[in-house]
């Protein structure tokens, strides 16, 4: 399930896709375990729910250095997803008080 910050909305896989063409950071809040079981998906990167908060304050270098991709600014355009679409509904909702856009 899949969450977009900028208009807060759901999104489809093909619409994900095209945005994926466009430059933007894909982060998937399931648990490691999760990813393991049924897979990552192309071009994601994987931050727990429960480390979010956290990885969405790190230093830029530190960001790179644990999840091997730039760190977002604020303004980035970046997607959510999990299973079902609370977790990304809540990882949007962190974002957006850490006053990402």
């Given at each position: 399930?899949?969450?977009?910050?900028?208009?807060?909305?759901?999104?489809?896989?093909?619409?994900?896709?095209?945005?994926?063409?466009a430059d933007v950071l894909?982060?998937?809040?399931?648990?490691?375990?999760?990813?393991?079981r049924f897979?990552?998906?192309?071009e994601s990167?994987?931050?727990?729910?429960?480390?979010?908060?956290?990885?969405?304050?790190m230093d830029p270098t530190e960001f790179k250095e644990q999840y091997n991709q730039k760190m977002p600014s604020k303004s980035d355009p970046v997607v959510?997803?999990?299973?079902?679409g609370t977790r990304s509904k809540q990882a949007l909702?962190?974002?957006m008080s850490l006053g990402f856009s």
């Open positions: 399930r899949l969450c977009a910050a900028a208009a807060a909305q759901d999104l489809s896989y093909q619409e994900l896709k095209d945005l994926k063409k894909h982060i998937d809040v399931r648990e490691r375990w999760e990813i393991d897979g990552k998906i192309p990167i994987n931050i727990p729910l429960g480390e979010l908060m956290e990885a969405l304050q959510f997803s999990c299973l079902a909702g962190l974002a």
